[in-house]
């Protein structure tokens, strides 16, 4: 079964300070696919980042870059320079061989001046 | 841009009553999903579908069932509503096109069983 896990229920940052947000996984599938996504207090769900399980590099979307570790079977998220309206509920999701797209607890990542 | 229209922003249903919650698409995408979202619990799987008549259950399909009968449409069904299915349930799609093709995801329903 697979299994994704976020186990820091809030986090705390400064502006322009960088943060990372945790997430391992778990899966016995070999392809598989990992994406983040940001809710803001509006409530819609915002895709971030993908990476896949046979990427050699890890992804990179504007500020944010997901530091992946494979042998680890984590998959963090790392927001550089944070702004304030980065401040929003995150989540880590994971896709394995089938279509079933299942996800975190979520993160909630409060940026303050 | 895709859309993703979940036919009520709010809804308030009684205690056994049959409740639907509709989902439109208008991308053509194959895969549709339904997920409830509870503080401190995320983004849980109800069912999803591969594609038109075709569903599979998620993580959490107990009092749920679901309807595909065109593509663009994924309805969430509750047969008997319970107080235990107050949430927020996300309806999303994406095509069918492999590994790194994210979800689009409607505005959500907030539905309260009372």
């Known amino acids: 079964a697979q299994k994704i896990t976020q186990t820091q229920p809030g986090m705390f940052v400064q502006e322009k300070e960088a943060v990372t947000l945790d997430c391992t996984y778990d899966?016995?599938?070999?392809?598989?696919?990992l994406f983040w996504y940001k809710q803001p207090s509006s409530g819609e769900m915002i895709f971030l980042i993908y990476?896949?399980?046979?990427?050699?590099q890890n992804a990179t979307e504007g500020r944010y870059s997901l530091n992946f570790q494979k042998a680890r079977k984590s998959a963090n998220l790392v927001i550089s320079a944070s702004q304030l309206g980065d401040s929003a509920m995150y989540f880590c999701?994971?896709?394995?061989?089938?279509?079933?797209?299942?996800f975190g607890t979520g993160t909630r990542l409060q940026v303050f001046p | 841009d895709v859309k993703v229209t979940q036919s009520s922003r709010y809804l308030v249903k009684r205690t056994g009553e049959k409740v639907f919650l509709e989902c439109v698409q208008d991308?053509?995408?194959?895969?549709m999903f339904w997920y409830r979202q509870d503080p401190g619990l995320g983004l849980r799987l109800i069912y999803f579908?591969?594609?038109?008549?075709?569903?599979e259950k998620g993580d959490i399909p107990e009092g749920y069932s679901v309807s595909r009968e065109k593509k663009e449409r994924f309805s969430l069904i509750l047969e008997s509503a319970s107080t235990n299915q107050t949430s927020m349930y996300l309806c999303?799609?994406?095509?069918?096109?492999?590994?790194?093709?994210?979800?689009?995801f409607g505005n959500g329903t907030r539905l309260t069983v009372t």
């Open positions: 999303a799609s994406r095509p069918y096109t492999g590994g790194n093709s994210p979800l689009h």
């Open positions: 899966t016995s599938d070999q392809s598989y696919g």
């Open positions: 991308m053509d995408h194959e895969n």
């Open positions: 990476q896949g399980s046979y990427d050699e």
């Open positions: 579908s591969y594609d038109v008549k075709m569903k």
């Open positions: 999701a994971m896709k394995g061989w089938t279509d079933k797209l299942i």
